[in-house]
């Protein structure tokens, strides 16, 4: 199986690269120069890496590099610095998203591309009705004005779940959300749930990137859990927090 992955070499992203390298699945990592992977991954046989931006990637580009990929994943977000949050582009998420939706289809694949999106617990799935406390629904409004990457989270999630819905015959998506990011070496015992079962703001759990990556790459290869979350927007946390 040949994966296509955009943020592949972020702090998750490269996670997941090695989680499905190690699977034994053919990678491919779409990646601006500079950008960089572990020694360990970078001279791996099945890794091919693009060098480019994804967003200067003509359409057709963009679908040359799609095409023969059996599942498409992001860990694309805004790096934690005033550049990274303020500058441009401030739909990388979104835009990304849009574009490789596209391209997937305007293949005319003869069986659905898997997309996996890593996405927030700050997001509400409007499909389950979830809701919010008054004041965590005031301060995620506040965010929306103050915090680009947070409404672009949200949109690109949103795209998948009104855009390409539950019907599309070219793509199917999950859009993974994980809560309070933190590092670690080793993958942990985790719990995928539907929805939060705390606050993301005032009670936030613990997810461990290596255990995000983990759960995509289930989604990608294991053909159990994708059948359980295909079309859904579960939640990850790490053992103990859910």
Known sequence: MTILIVGGTGATGQWLVNELLQRGEQVKVIARSGSALP?????????????????????????????????????????????????????????????????????????????????????????????????????????????????????????????????????????VRPDNLIDDDVVTAYDIVPSPTRSAIFDAGKTSRINVAHLMADLITNETVWTAWRGQMPVIYNEGYA
């Open 39 to 175: 020694d360990n991954v970078l001279n791996h046989e099945n890794l091919t890496i693009i060098r480019a931006s994804l967003l200067d990637l003509s359409d057709e580009e963009l679908k040359q590099h799609v095409r023969g990929c059996k599942a498409v994943a992001s860990c694309l977000g805004h790096r934690l610095s005033f550049k990274g949050i303020y500058g441009h582009p401030r739909r990388l998420v979104t835009e990304a998203t849009r574009r490789l939706c596209r391209a997937i289809e305007a293949n005319e694949p003869d069986q659905p591309v898997r997309f996996i999106l890593m996405n927030t617990t700050g997001n509400v799935n409007h499909d389950l009705k979830e809701t919010v406390s008054t004041s965590e629904r005031v301060l995620t409004s506040i965010m929306r004005l103050l915090l680009p990457p947070h409404p672009d989270n949200e949109q690109a999630a949103e795209y998948l779940r009104t855009e390409i819905g539950q019907s599309n015959k070219k793509v199917k998506w999950v859009a």
